[in-house]
């Protein structure tokens, strides 16, 4: 199975600053078609995760365009311009190459 | 507006069975693949069953293989997710999901509390 390692486990950001969360995966998630399976979601307090990037950089419909991803084959971060109180809750990536999909352990951001 | 509804919700023993269903509505059930993903109180997000939208294709995690079964009522627009043989590791939050650029939707989730 491929593992998903994120760091760091929390992040504490004073709104209006950026934060930035890191994601490796244990195995290249670059496709021969040239995509990328990585995916970003966050799971704010209380409620269901939510998409927030596909195919590594790509924004999820709705989503502001503060938030960004990145990355190579194994090593991608997700950015976060401009951090806002609607931003606060747990935020996971995951992988859609290959079977079984897999998660990541989760970063909690907070705010200062 | 997308929406996905589980029900099934509730508390049973080790070793019984349950049936979870998700009700789609708001867009064309029947051309996307759905998912089970779980998530333990206070843990991470566990991906447990894929079903492909016409049914030919069902995937699962090692961890509910052989216990759990996925299916779908492309004519109901419902998702079902069959559990036996239940464990206590098996309590979870139970959310639906389909999937096209990622999982894209996301219902709101039932509580399965598996305990004597």
């Known amino acids: 199975d491929i593992v998903m390692t994120q760091a760091p486990l929390s992040v504490s950001v004073t709104p209006g600053e950026s934060a930035s969360i890191s994601c490796r995966s244990s195995?290249?998630?670059?496709?021969?078609?040239?995509?990328?399976?990585v995916y970003w979601y966050l799971q704010k307090p209380g409620k269901s995760p939510q998409l927030l990037i596909y195919?590594?950089?790509n924004l999820a419909s709705g989503v502001p365009d503060r938030f960004s991803g990145s990355g190579s084959e194994t090593d991608f971060t997700l950015k976060i311009s401009r951090v806002e109180a609607e931003d606060v809750g747990i935020y996971y990536c995951?992988?859609?190459?290959?079977?079984?999909?897999?998660f990541g352990g989760g970063t909690k951001l907070e705010l200062k | 507006e997308v929406q996905l509804v589980e029900s099934g919700e509730g508390l049973v023993q080790p070793g019984s069975s349950m049936k979870l269903s998700c009700v789609a509505s708001?867009?064309?059930?029947?051309?996307?693949?759905m998912n089970w993903i779980r998530q333990a109180p206070k843990k991470g997000l566990e991906w447990i069953a894929l079903?492909?939208?016409?049914?030919?294709?069902?995937y699962y995690a090692d961890s509910v293989k052989g216990r759990f079964t996925i299916s779908r009522d492309n004519s109901k627009n419902t998702l079902y997710l069959e559990m036996n043989s239940l464990r206590s590791e098996d309590t979870a939050m139970y959310y639906c999901?389909?999937?096209?650029?990622?999982?894209?939707?996301w219902g709101q989730g039932v509580m399965v509390t598996v305990s004597s």
């Open positions: 999901a389909n999937v096209y650029y990622g999982f894209d939707y």
């Open positions: 708001g867009f064309t059930f029947s051309n996307y693949g």
């Open positions: 079903i492909y939208y016409d049914s030919s294709s069902k």
């Open positions: 195995k290249s998630l670059l496709h021969s078609n040239g995509i990328t399976y």
């Open positions: 195919r590594m950089s």
């Open positions: 995951g992988q859609l190459l290959e079977n079984p999909w897999t």
